[in-house]
C-alpha cells in the first residue's frame, strides 16, 4: 500500500503537486516510510505538495485522535517500545531485515556501533537524494533516488516492505532502455529484483545479512547515471 502511494505521488509531483503533497501527507500511516519526501521536496523548493503533504499529515493524525481519544496514542507508544525491543535483542528479525543495523547486529557489533552505522548510512542516502532531486529534473531516476533512500535509512525495515524497491527497479529499467546500460547496471538491478526472495527465506537459511550492500549498490548505480546524464547534457 505505502510503495503504490509513493508512486503515485512521485508521478503527480509535477502535473499535480496538490494531489502529490496528499498522497505523502497520508504515508503518516508509516511514518518511517514518509521520512525522504521532506527533504527532497525542501530542497528542489517544492512548496505546494510540501505545504500539502503536512497538512494531511496532521489532519490524519488530529482525526486518528478525535476518534479514539488519547489513549491510542499510549497504546501506539506501548506497541512500539514492544517492537523497538524485540528488533534490537533478537536475531530472528534481523535476518529478514535489510538494513544496516541489522546487518551489523548480526555481525556481532554493538546496538550503539549498529546505530550509529545506521544513522551515517541513513544520512548518507538522504544527501544523495537530495543531491539527485537537485541535479536531474528526470522523474526515473529521482524516484529510483528516493525510494531506495528511503529503505536505507530507516532501522524498522522488513522483507515485505521492499515492494518500495520495486519502484527503483522499473524506474533505472525504464531509463536504461531509452539510454545505454551501464558496466553492472543490469547485474545490480537482477540483485534487488531477487532481494525480496532472500529476505523472505533468510530467516530459515540464517545468511549474512547483504540487503544494505545491495540498496547502497542500487544507489551507486543510479548516481552514475544522474552524473553521466549531466555530463551529456
Not at 529534473?137 to 536505507?152: E, K, N, Q
Not at 545490480?188 to 537459511?205: C, D, G, S
Amino acid at each position: 500500500l505505502t510503495a503504490g502511494i509513493a508512486a503515485l505521488a512521485l508521478h503527480f509531483v509535477g502535473p499535480r503537486p496538490i494531489i502529490a503533497g496528499v498522497l505523502i501527507g497520508l504515508l503518516a500511516i508509516k511514518p518511517q516510510m514518509a521520512m525522504v519526501f521532506p527533504f527532497v521536496l525542501f530542497a528542489t523548493r517544492a512548496w505546494r505538495p510540501f505545504v500539502a503533504a503536512a497538512l494531511t499529515a496532521t489532519l490524519l493524525a488530529a482525526a486518528g485522535i478525535a476518534l479514539t481519544g488519547t489513549g491510542a496514542l499510549n497504546g501506539l507508544d506501548h506497541a512500539l517500545s514492544i517492537v523497538r525491543t524485540l528488533h534490537f535483542v533478537h536475531p530472528t528479525y534481523w535476518f529478514s531485515s535489510p538494513t544496516t543495523f541489522a546487518a551489523l547486529r548480526l555481525a556481532g557489533a554493538s546496538i550503539p556501533v549498529a546505530l550509529a552505522a545506521q544513522s551515517a548510512i541513513g544520512l548518507l542516502a538522504i544527501g544523495v537524494a537530495v543531491y539527485i532531486w537537485r541535479r536531474t529534473p528526470d522523474m526515473r531516476l529521482r524516484g529510483a533516488a528516493l525510494a531506495i533512500a528511503t529503505l536505507l535509512t530507516t532501522p524498522y525495515l522488513w522483507h515485505y516492505e521492499l515492494t518500495w524497491l520495486g519502484i527503483a527497479v522499473f524506474c533505472l529499467i525504464a531509463h536504461g532502455l531509452e539510454n545505454e546500460w551501464l558496466p553492472g547496471d543490469q547485474i545490480v538491478i537482477v540483485l534487488a529484483w531477487l532481494l525480496p526472495l532472500f529476505e523472505l527465506f533468510n530467516r530459515m537459511m540464517k545468511l549474512p545479512q547483504v540487503g544494505p550492500i545491495v540498496l547502497l549498490a542500487m544507489l551507486f548505480i543510479t548516481v552514475r547515471r544522474v552524473n553521466l546524464a549531466s555530463r551529456k547534457s
